[in-house]
């Protein structure tokens, strides 16, 4: 059964850093990707990668704080963060598929349970 589970989250005051992982099990994806929700909000692309080559894009806002990369040995992917904000908080979702370069969570089909970030001010 294909499973994901994010691990890593919890509380970091505005400027640190955290970093996220996804475990994966029961098959590989094209892509895996990172998305966010805060509270009333919709979810949000934050970064993807593609499996095979670690090819990786992120949302514009992002770039350059958040840093995506897998071990493909261990079948995980890894979200980086630094230089953490307050509006960074959310819960963290851990997402994969075969589309790749997609930032549509409809492109992704297998979801883990997420991992709750908050960021203090």
């Known amino acids: 059964q294909v499973q994901l589970v994010e691990s890593g989250g919890g509380l970091v005051q505005a400027g640190g850093s955290l970093r996220l992982s996804c475990a994966a099990s029961?098959?590989?994806?094209?892509?895996m990707a990172w998305f966010r929700q805060a509270p009333g909000k919709e979810r949000e692309f934050v970064a993807a990668?593609?499996?095979?080559?670690?090819?990786?894009f992120y949302a514009d806002s992002l770039k350059g704080r958040f840093t995506i990369s897998r071990d493909v040995a261990k079948n995980t992917v890894y979200l980086q963060m630094n230089s953490l904000k307050p509006e960074d908080t959310a819960i963290y979702y851990c997402?994969?598929?075969?589309?790749?370069?997609?930032?549509?969570?409809?492109?992704?089909?297998?979801w883990g349970q997420g991992t709750q970030v908050t960021v203090s001010s």
């Open positions: 997402a994969g598929g075969s589309s790749w370069r997609s930032n549509r969570a409809a492109d992704y089909n297998y």
């Open positions: 029961g098959r590989t994806f094209t892509s």
């Open positions: 990668i593609r499996w095979s080559v670690g090819s990786t």
